[in-house]
DNA sequence: ATGAAAGCGCTAACAC
DNA sequence: GTGTTAGCGCTTTCAT
């Protein structure tokens, strides 16, 4: 890096004042006069001063630095939850620092060696293997405090599991109420958390409502953003055809339009549906789509929140009693649009 | 942090070596013993040491991270980008700083006064306000090397560009060898490069291939992710409609693919399609969309290689003569899949 | 309120 | 090949 860089000392030099009264006027110490703040601050400007951040963290052992291992910003919600956070910490003077893993294992377990050796002040974590016994070593032994998002790991952490029982019992409520009988899910065969209560809360909201539970209405891919083009094709061409989707915000979502496109299936009319977390690329779709969603500014509010909450119990080293860990459970909002509504036969005899 | 955190020291002790072999030894130089890199290793491993990387980069002036500044990682494009410069930089032991700015001029200027403060190696940017004065200067003051990728900036800087009037000629003359004499193009209205070139490069494309440029073909939304949905169906609702597009990748396509279907029209039979970058909700789409894509395999590789170049330079400190800035122009590759045919017109007579 | 001095953990330069 | 030493740039005591 540039030899030539500005330091401290010609900043206080310049301002002639000692080094130690330059660097409390520049983080806006107690004891430092008017009139040295105001020279220090001219002559940091007219050197163009920037503080080396190693020597500060170094130093301070703060890095002012929140670290996201996320398994896939490929996808548009993490993606989405990433631009909110990012512009949430870095009202308070932190940077965020992202690794993204592409669900692999390795690359998990190497990011977390590597967040932790960089000494982040904190990291925000939603592992895609959350029963691996390294993995969940390595998180036991990270010296910074984390925060674990909707993924139930072996090690107890603080966690923001999303209320996926609470959601979907809501979708389907909305669905029987308009009187669909047969109802149909669409989402990613993922072993993590979400994919795994996804289908969990389905099944038990669908008995909640006296509906039948039909294995065959589940259509599941294999990846968060597979195609679920022909599985739709076929659940859809069957002759006692679900009225209506749960449909999984991804690329799940596009695939599935396409399908019920292809068969010339009209929304709401011929076929409702509500997606799962609105994808960006949906939302303007025509008609609009019912959706299931997270607030995800509520959401980085909230994590930056206790985020901060954990940091300052740190400061004050080893505290006397740890925290009892954070287990919250985070609503979806389900907004109705126009892509629900009852179904076709239901309505046929009050013509 | 964890103040009972391992030293080096701590490692040396146990090892039975001084602080300085004990560095050699973990960072792999050359003038250690085998056996001295054993016993250091098998300490720092049962002390589960890991290194400071303040300290560490503090001396060696070197933070073994590359940032990158994107106008929107909301954009699956850019997300995808950086997935794969992540993986390419972590092999050299780099690790990946990302910085998202949602196209906003003030969270663009601060990103970049604290990439330059926390020292990076390199940086990758692609900033949305090209000719802002402030931004320019700041990028002119950067303490490190940086890579720009499609942006016309103020200041001459290492550019990537994308080769828009290539990839749009190649396009424009699929369509034109295929009979079409009406193409639209859709794409976002946007100041900075790609929204400029594209227009240019698809009207210059026209000409060259005897085609008339009609500016009412030509559909632009005002963002790159803004929905196309209204324009395109007044576009495809016209008498003397275009019998071909070229969609942008983004929101911009799948509203567009909305307005097709919901008009009733089949690709490629009624129209054909070609979107610029697969977007990768489109990817299982049926019929398969050709596409004018960027190989982002081919480019993190270059950025990749580039980078390392200019860091290796930059070891020797000022060195003799600063290099000519690169400015290389990127190919898009074109991609026939199954979304383009002869007009139907054309088919008609044969019939 | 200010200056002097220590030292964060590490690597690089130098001696042997 | 190894140990010793200096010092990266900064914040934080500790005097005054």
Do not use: W
């Not at 990433?82 to 910490?89: N, Q, S, Y």
């Not at 969990?200 to 909201?205: E, G, R």
């Not at 011929?270 to 949906?282: Q, T």
């Not at 909450?309 to 505290?319: A, Y």
Request: hydrophobic share 40%.
């Amino acid at each position: 890096m540039a030899s030539g860089r500005r330091t401290i000392k010609d900043v206080a030099r310049l301002a002639g004042v000692s080094l130690g009264s330059a660097s409390r006027a520049l983080s806006g110490a107690e004891n430092v006069s008017e009139d040295t703040i105001a020279r220090v601050q001219r002559a940091a400007a007219s050197l163009r001063y920037r503080p080396n951040h190693a020597a500060r963290s170094l130093r301070s052992r703060s890095t002012k630095t929140i670290g996201c291992m996320f398994s896939d910003m490929t996808n548009p919600l993490y993606a989405k939850l990433f631009d909110m956070l990012e512009a949430r910490l870095e009202r308070q003077g932190y940077m965020t620092l992202i690794s993204n893993t592409s669900n692999q294992l390795d690359r998990e377990i190497r990011s977390l060696k590597l967040l932790a050796e960089r000494g982040l002040d904190a990291l925000i974590v939603a592992p895609a293997h959350e029963r691996n016994r390294e993995l969940n070593d390595l998180l036991q032994q990270l010296p910074m405090p984390y925060l674990v998002l909707d993924r139930e790991l072996l090690v107890k952490a603080d966690t923001i599991f999303f209320d996926h029982a609470g959601g979907l019992a809501r979708v389907v409520e909305h669905f029987a109420a308009l009187g669909h009988k047969r109802i149909g899910l669409v989402t990613a065969n993922l072993k993590s958390r979400p994919g795994r209560r996804r289908i969990a809360a389905f099944k038990t909201a669908l008995r909640a409502n006296d509906l039948k539970v039909i294995d065959e209405n589940l259509v599941l891919p294999p990846s968060s953003m597979s195609s679920a083009f022909d599985d739709v094709i076929k659940l859809l061409s069957r002759k006692d055809r679900p009225t209506a989707l749960v449909v999984q915000g991804t690329g799940v979502l596009s695939s599935t339009l396409n399908a019920i496109s292809v068969l010339g299936l009209r929304i709401p009319d011929d076929l409702s549906l509500v997606s799962i977390g609105r994808a960006d690329f949906i939302q303007h779709h025509v008609p609009a789509i019912s959706t299931l969603r997270v607030d995800y500014e509520r959401l980085s509010n909230e994590i930056a929140e206790h985020l901060f909450e954990r940091l300052g119990n740190n400061n004050g080293h080893s505290s006397r009693k740890p925290p009892p860990p954070l287990r919250r459970l985070f609503p979806y909002v389900f907004e109705e649009r126009a892509s629900t509504a009852p179904p076709r036969k239901v309505l046929a005899p009050a013509l």
